[in-house]
Every structure is written in structure tokens, then in C-alpha cells.
T-cell receptor, first 112, second 114 residues
């Protein structure tokens, strides 16, 4: 079946690195995404990685993909209070059409 | 360029009442989606429209109907609201329904059914 799992909460101190983890079940995933949701707002795409890559870096964000273990992580370096939000992992699969499966979201708390 | 807009932002209904959630996008996107977000769960797809004039069921379509009024607008209707439909509803759009495209989300409608 298709499932994306994430831990629900993460708390870090300002300036530390945050690592948010995600596992997925569908091995036919082609793209994996990280979305950010701030309070009262919709989801905003942060970054994505193609399934034949194992790492992608974009400024403070590093995405690591272990396709063998179906494990995806998002590392935020030098975490700031403005990074406090819910982070959603998502995978796209093709089953005769494009479909996105979302995880439940990880709520990141950043303590000053 | 407003992106994806949704109205209303908040709504309280009584069980059995009906209402329509509105969504519009100004990016000339072909595909539009309605999701619901519940605590501890990811977004679940209710309905989608791959192009103007077509609509298809998603994962949780029961109790909802949709209309793709034109390329810009995609509405979601609850004919007889139930407490189980208390949720936050998000509309999203995408240029084409292919893997590499990014979904753009609206700000959401928070619906409470008493």
C-alpha cells in the first residue's frame, strides 16, 4: 500500500540543526517532497528530490534519501525561530496518473 | 498574481446544512485539487480536476461534490454537513498533472460542523 510516516513533534534550540525524518512504502516513488506549513497558511513547497538522487542541498536545507530503506530526511542548519512550522513529507507516484501521498506532518518547535 | 485563493476562511455549520467552498487560481493551471487536513493525518485527496470539464474522485469523496466551473475555479460542495466533515480544507493547483510540477496551495478553509 501507499503510506508516508513521520514523527509528530521535534523540539530544538535556536542555532542547532534540526533533522526531520520520514519513511515511505511505495518503491515506485519518483519524486519526494518537503512542504512547510506556517500557522493559518497553506502548504509551501520547500524542496524536492528525484528518486535517483541520494542528496540535495539548498542553502540551509539538506535532503538525504536512502532508497533502499525508503527513508527521507530534511536537515535544517542553524535553525531559527522562523523555522517553527509543520513540515510535511510527500511522495509522488504514477498509477496511470500523478498522485501525491502526504505524511501527517512533523511540528517543529524552535526554542530561543 | 494572487496564486490560489479560497473563500471563506472560516465557517461554522449545523449538521444537515449545506455550503460551497470556493477556490480560484490565476496561474492558468490545468489541474486543481481539494484536500482535507485532519489532526495527526496527512492531507487526504477528496476530488481533483485534471482539466476544465473533468472531475474525478480522490481518496475520501463521500459526502462531497465538486464543480470545475471554468479553468480558474473549482468549488467543493457539502450537501448535508456532518460533524465528521469538521476539518481544514485546502485547494491546490498544478500546471500539468506530471511528476515534476509543483502544487500550489491556498490558505485553507477551517470548517466546523456542530
Amino acid at each position: 500500500g501507499e503510506d508516508v510516516e513521520q514523527s509528530l513533534f521535534l523540539s530544538v534550540r535556536e542555532g542547532d540543526s534540526s533533522v526531520i525524518n520520514c519513511t515511505y512504502t511505495d518503491s515506485s516513488s519518483t519524486y519526494l517532497y518537503w512542504y512547510k506549513q506556517e500557522p493559518g497558511a497553506g502548504l509551501q513547497l520547500l524542496t524536492y528530490i528525484f528518486s535517483n538522487m541520494d542528496m540535495k542541498q539548498d542553502q540551509r536545507l539538506t535532503v538525504l534519501l536512502n532508497k533502499k530503506d525508503k527513508h527521507l530526511s530534511l536537515r535544517i542548519a542553524d535553525t531559527q525561530t522562523g523555522d517553527s512550522a509543520i513540515y510535511f513529507c510527500a511522495e509522488s507516484i504514477y498509477t496511470g496518473g500523478f498522485k501525491t501521498i502526504f505524511g501527517a506532518g512533523t511540528r517543529l518547535f524552535v526554542k530561543a | 498574481n494572487a496564486g490560489v485563493t479560497q473563500t471563506p476562511k472560516f465557517q461554522v455549520l449545523k449538521t444537515g446544512q449545506s455550503m460551497t467552498l470556493q477556490c480560484a487560481q490565476d496561474m492558468n493551471h490545468n489541474s486543481m485539487y481539494w484536500y482535507r487536513q485532519d489532526p495527526g493525518m496527512g492531507l487526504r485527496l477528496i476530488y481533483y480536476s485534471a482539466s476544465e470539464g473533468t472531475t474525478d474522485k480522490g481518496e475520501v469523496p463521500n459526502g462531497y461534490n465538486v464543480s470545475r466551473l471554468n479553468k480558474r475555479e473549482f468549488s467543493l460542495r457539502l450537501e448535508s454537513a456532518a460533524p465528521s466533515q469538521t476539518s481544514v480544507y485546502f485547494c491546490a493547483s498544478i500546471q500539468d498533472r506530471v511528476i515534476t510540477d509543483t502544487q500550489y496551495f491556498g490558505p485553507g478553509t477551517r470548517l466546523t460542523v456542530l
